[in-house]
């Protein structure tokens, strides 16, 4: 469960003051598949970094399970949206897996069954031995996320994660996602820039405009819950809402 | 063929100069340029286990304790510089200083301090070595990627476990580098700290027999020290092809593309 | 002076910030080695104050002697240099530019390489004796490396397709290194000066100090040799006054020569 209440947030050095978060309230119920919609620089990294607890709020607040955020809050999972940085080149794919789970102080044998739980559910339990470079960009994406199942939170942050990766593991990666959503129930809010994406995957869309960044929009997805790239994206409700999301988004980028 | 070829390559110049200095400097009358087979003769003659328990290892065993501790205070010190900016900015003018001395210098204020003593050589291969390492390891701990330390905040990595994965791996592909650049450092100090202030020793040894006139036993041990030096570093390498296996590969990948 | 500093931006404040605790620290550490000895946490026959290293070296300034060590040391220091870095590079281009060549002489250079300049003290005693030909041979050795490597990796760096380029357009070999491999190569040779200069300038004092050949080494062993504790230890700083000189100058070619250069390239891995 994640509150976002008032959230602003200007940065400040360099000689530079940016507001990246003008004014930002919304609220994520336990359980919900969240999309997060915005053009590039309307602080959708920003927001992620607060809610993770990584960066501090200039003003209002954030609260995830229902504590205000200060530091990082346990129980939460973060995947980056430089997921190839963010995993240890110096460590193979297990032990990255491990490692969040070793410093949670889980005794070895229990970590190994979850990181190769977790491993198998994103379809890489041969890949386990390698190191994250031998990897393909897909395949490093899928470690992250392992690595996030691993960890068994209870709310998932997840910053455009697919931005980098070709169409095809593109769609095989939703699916994914979706699947990891439906299987182990967290709460999920999901970061892009991709309108279609947002449709497909979220069970609700929330829209940003750009920057000072404010909700623009907040729609409900009510496509079924069994989803295929196929089916659903022929969907006309799904054309329909596409079209909604993307008639705010032209919206918010030119205001009147 | 291709074979033949290729090992042709590898060994073929260095066999043509062993040739030439060999063959060369037979029957040498020059009494400071021996030939080389008499000096081969000297080094079977010389460098006998005795004298390598008595000269060479204490030698050796005076590097080995002076390079671990500087590579240690190095990386210590360089972990604690790096993560904080104030203390970086304090202390980053003297650190430039300290480091612009040549290390040589060392020898004679150390003897001054301390005696010509084990302390002494230890001292001072220490003192000389540690910058490298340590500027290394500021650079290093600095430039770590900063997805990576939010990884850890955010997968509550913290303590021990981070110094060990995050801090020092990060830093090691550095680390690595200013350790290589000590090692010929710490060779000079041993050699030249034994030259100046020492009753045993290679260095020592060595300048013996040149002040003995015992040329071919000097050419021979000229040699000793060349192999000591090509060994190191082989060793060297070993140990870094192990530690930084994933830095080469990684590197090697991103260049494919 | 606080009027102007509250004016300037954020970035100027730190700037100001870490420059103040910069000197600060600079002064804490001549601070520390003034009391250390006077309270005796080191002993102060044998390592004297700041301050009376201070006069030492002023007395040092006031002599003839001290200069032409200056000088010699400077002289040799900078021609081992500009020998090592004049062969260093012509070889390095050479054994670069031409496959079968550099092939052929890699056993031998991995093998020189690591052979420890020191190695050949008494072989330059017994063959020139104290002299500063006898220094030059090992700042030359040392320092030689330390280009030719970075030569041959700048050169191994050009771009196949700026290769073929010039190939194609039938550039003579003389165009091909001038236009193609040395714009190249350079920041790599700025580098191999950079790492050859220091280099040079510790065999320079290694020689003079070990094998007596003339220069502020040769003093620093007199001094030691008469006891005299505070010329030893100003002498030690003009060395590191050397060094950071030496530094700043090698910082100052790096920028002027790299300036209209693309690449800010960071520290490469150096084989040292
Ligand atoms: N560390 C930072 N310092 C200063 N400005 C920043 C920083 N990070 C992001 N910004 C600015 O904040 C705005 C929002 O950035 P970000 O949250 O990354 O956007 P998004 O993820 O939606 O593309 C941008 O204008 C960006 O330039
Ligand atoms: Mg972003």
Redesign the pocket.
């Known amino acids: 469960m994640l509150e976002v209440k008032n959230l602003h947030k200007v940065y400040d050095g360099h000689g530079r003051r940016v507001t990246a978060v003008g004014d930002l309230t919304f609220s994520v119920p336990e359980g919900q598949f969240a999309c997060v919609v915005g053009p ?2 309307c602080g ?3 927001l ?1 970094r607060v809610l993770a607890g990584l960066l501090p709020a200039t003003s209002g607040e954030v609260l995830v399970q229902r504590t205000p955020v200060t530091a990082p809050p346990p129980g939460l999972a973060v995947v980056f ?1 430089e997921y190839g940085r963010s995993l240890f080149p110096w460590l193979r794919v297990r032990e990255n897996v491990e490692l969040p789970l070793k410093a949670q102080g889980m005794a070895r044998s229990d970590r190994g069954a979850l990181a190769a739980e977790a491993l198998a559910a994103v379809g890489l339990s041969d890949a386990h031995g390698a190191y994250p470079w031998q990897l393909s960009g897909g395949m490093q994406q899928r470690v992250a996320i392992a690595r996030a199942i691993a960890y068994q939170p209870r709310v998932l942050l997840m ?2 994660p697919f931005a980098a990766v070709d169409a095809q593991t593109r769609a095989d990666l939703e699916d994914l996602v979706r699947s990891v959503w439906q299987r182990f129930g967290v709460t999920l809010l999901f ?1 892009t ?1 991709d309108i279609d994406e947002a449709v497909y995957l979220g069970q609700r869309v929330i829209v940003l405009s750009a920057s000072p960044t404010t909700v623009a929009q907040d729609l409900t997805i009510d496509l079924p819950a069994e989803r295929d790239q196929l089916t659903t994206r022929s969907d006309a409700r799904f054309t329909e809402l596409r079209g909604q999301v993307y008639a705010q988004i032209q919206k918010v980028k030119a205001p009147a | 063929m291709r074979l033949v070829s290729r090992v042709l390559l590898l060994i073929g110049l260095p066999v043509v100069l062993l040739a030439t200095w060999w063959f060369g400097s037979a029957g040498s009358e020059d009494f400071y340029r021996p030939s080389l087979s008499s000096i081969m003769d000297a080094f079977v003659r010389t460098w006998t286990w005795d004298m390598f328990v008595q000269q060479v290892f204490p030698s050796l065993w005076r590097l080995l304790v002076g390079y671990v501790i500087a590579v240690a205070l190095g990386v210590a010190l360089g972990g604690l510089i790096g993560t904080y900016r104030s203390v970086r900015s304090l202390l980053e003018p003297v650190l430039e200083f300290l480091r612009a001395f040549p290390p040589p210098v060392l020898v004679p204020a150390a003897i001054l301090l301390s005696g010509i003593g084990d302390r002494t050589k230890i001292l001072v291969i220490v003192f000389g070595c540690v910058w490298p390492v340590l500027l290394n390891t500021i650079e290093g701990v600095r430039g770590r990627d900063e997805v990576l330390s939010d990884t850890c905040r955010s997968y509550g990595i913290t303590g021990t476990l981070r110094l060990r994965h995050l801090v020092l791996r990060a830093a090691s592909p550095q680390i690595m580098t200013g350790a290589r650049q000590a090692l010929p450092l710490a060779i000079i100090l041993m050699v030249i700290s034994e030259m100046m202030a020492a009753n045993d020793g290679l260095g020592f040894t060595v300048l013996q027999f040149q002040r003995g006139f015992q040329i071919p036993e000097m050419w021979s041990g000229v040699l000793l020290l060349g192999v000591i030096g090509i060994v190191l570093s082989l060793l060297f390498r070993l140990a870094e092809r192990s530690l930084l296996g994933w830095y080469h590969g990684q590197r090697a990948g991103q260049r494919e593309w | 002076m606080v009027a102007v500093a509250a004016r300037t931006s954020r970035v100027t404040g730190r700037r100001f910030r870490s420059v103040t605790l910069g000197a600060l620290g600079l002064f804490g550490f001549a601070l520390a080695l003034e009391i250390a000895p006077r309270v005796g946490v080191v002993p102060i026959d044998f390592a004297p104050p700041t301050s009376q290293i201070l006069v030492s070296l002023g007395e040092l300034v006031g002599e003839a002697s001290f200069w032409t060590a200056l000088v010699d040391t400077l002289r040799t220091w900078a021609l081992g240099l500009c020998i090592a870095l004049v062969a260093g590079v012509v070889i390095g281009v050479l054994l670069g530019s031409l496959p079968f060549v550099r092939a052929a002489t890699a056993t031998t250079i991995e093998f020189l390489r690591p052979i420890p300049s020191v190695a050949l003290i008494p072989l330059v005693i017994v063959l020139y004796g104290p002299t500063v030909k006898s220094t030059l041979v090992l700042v030359v050795y040392a320092a030689f490396w330390q280009v030719l490597i970075q030569v041959v990796h700048g050169v191994a760096d050009v771009d196949p397709v700026a290769r073929d380029t010039a190939l194609a357009f039938r550039l003579s070999p003389w165009a091909r290194v001038r236009y193609v491999v040395w714009p190249t190569s350079l920041p790599y040779v700025i580098t191999g000066f950079r790492l050859a200069a220091s280099v040079a300038l510790i065999l320079t004092i290694t020689g003079e100090l070990v094998i007596g050949s003339p220069g502020i080494g040769k003093e620093i062993d007199n001094a030691q040799q008469s006891n005299a504790v505070r010329t030893v230890y100003a002498l030690i700083v003009v060395t590191g006054i050397l060094g950071v000189l030496a530094n700043l100058l090698t910082r100052f070619v790096e920028r002027r020569v790299l300036s209209w250069h693309p690449s800010t390239r960071g520290e490469e891995v150096t084989p040292a």
Do not use: W
């Open positions: 590039s620089g959708k990294t920003t992620l949206q910053d455009e970061v820039h």
